[in-house]
């Protein structure tokens, strides 16, 4: 009989992944420190023909290496920044990953975001949980900002950003956004949404929203001088990566009130403990990494990700390939 390939997932993922790719694999599951240590990692991999990562498993040039039957990489995620994939392409590894399925998710949770930051929910939460409310607001206590009337900014307008200019849209908002190529006319007409150079989206929005993919190019694109362009009413919200933004930078910019607050779902180095300068201030709502986390988004993740693997093994087209 023809022998099992050896899979290796980096972590537990759903029950019924885990037995349909038991049917027809040699499964190796790791079950301890998180994420993997790059040591176990590199020895894991030696003798496998497939391999199921997470956005915080680093698959770089070490680890393809020594993944010397590696065939199929596929992560569960649709960011791929982890990955070395000019290597593993370079080893025709095929390298599976998850877009689409988690668009709406990841919106939803963005345009919760904005409203959460701007009517101040989450403080507001924080607030009584702490006894702090001790009397009936005033007219001028504890007011937030309107959504309506505003110009949302997007930074990469892909699936996500449009999904999140769809949603916003019909608040009575101006969309504005900026991006590697203009949308076609009939994208754009939608959610009514105009291309801007990266400085007048900064400079002339109220909320900016950030849907970029990391990379190279895009490390702390968000910088001193473009947070320095925003006006001191804006409010900046990331749902894509946290590397994306000079975190020092938008902490200063915070702190000095230069920009009016922030609303987090990725931080350059995850996860946050309850010491981050971030969690110091108010005009700041935090979430950790949940854009894609409802449980039908994951359990959609989970699917792809292993048909992702099987059709990969299979040396067939993937569902979605990088
Ligand atoms: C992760 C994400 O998949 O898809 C991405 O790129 O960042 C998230 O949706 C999620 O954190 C699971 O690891």
């Known amino acids: 009989m023809k022998n099992k390939f050896k899979i290796l997932l980096t ?3 759903h029950d019924f992944v885990l ?5 027809k694999y040699d499964v190796t599951v790791h079950s301890g420190k998180i994420p993997m240590p ?4 590199m020895k894991k991999i030696q003798d496998k023909d497939g391999l199921i990562c997470f956005p915080y498993d680093m698959i770089d040039s070490d680890i393809i290496k020594s993944g010397k039957k590696l065939k199929c990489i596929s992560t569960y995620s649709v960011g791929f920044d982890h990955i070395d994939v000019k290597l593993a392409k370079k080893r025709r590894i095929k390298i599976g990953y998850t877009p ?3 668009t709406d ?6 345009v919760t975001l904005i ?3 701007l009517r101040r929910v989450s403080e507001g939460d924080r607030m009584i949980r702490e006894g702090r409310w001790k009397e009936i607001f005033g007219a001028y206590d504890y007011v937030g900002t309107d959504v309506k009337g505003k110009t949302i900014g997007i930074l990469g ?3 996500i950003g449009m999904a999140v200019a769809k949603r916003l849209y019909p608040f009575g908002v101006k969309i504005i956004y900026h991006n590697r190529n203009r949308l076609s006319k009939t994208r754009e007409k939608s959610p009514h949404a105009k291309l801007v150079t990266i400085n007048t989206l900064f400079k002339s929005s109220d909320i900016i929203s950030i849907h970029i993919p990391y990379s190279k190019e895009t490390h702390e694109i968000v910088d001193e001088k ?6 001191k009413s804006a409010f900046l919200v990331n749902t894509s990566r946290g590397k994306i933004i000079n975190e020092s930078n938008l902490i200063k910019a915070l702190k000095q009130r230069k920009i009016s607050g922030a609303a987090l779902d990725v931080f350059r180095n995850e996860p946050i403990g309850k010491k981050h300068m971030f969690t110091k201030m108010e005009n700041v709502v935090l979430v950790p990494h949940i854009g894609s986390s409802s449980k039908e988004t994951r359990e959609k993740m989970a699917e792809i990700t292993m048909m992702n693997l099987k059709l990969g093994l299979d040396r067939k087209k993937l569902l979605y390939s990088v």
């Open 11 to 13: 972590r537990k993922l």
């Open 19 to 23: 037995r349909e790719l038991e049917k």
């Open 38 to 41: 790059k040591k176990i990692l």
């Open 100 to 102: 689409e399925v988690l």
């Open 105 to 110: 998710a990841t919106a939803d949770l963005t």
């Open 115 to 117: 409203l959460d930051v």
């Open 157 to 159: 307008m892909g699936r």
């Open 226 to 231: 473009l947070l320095g362009k925003m006006k």
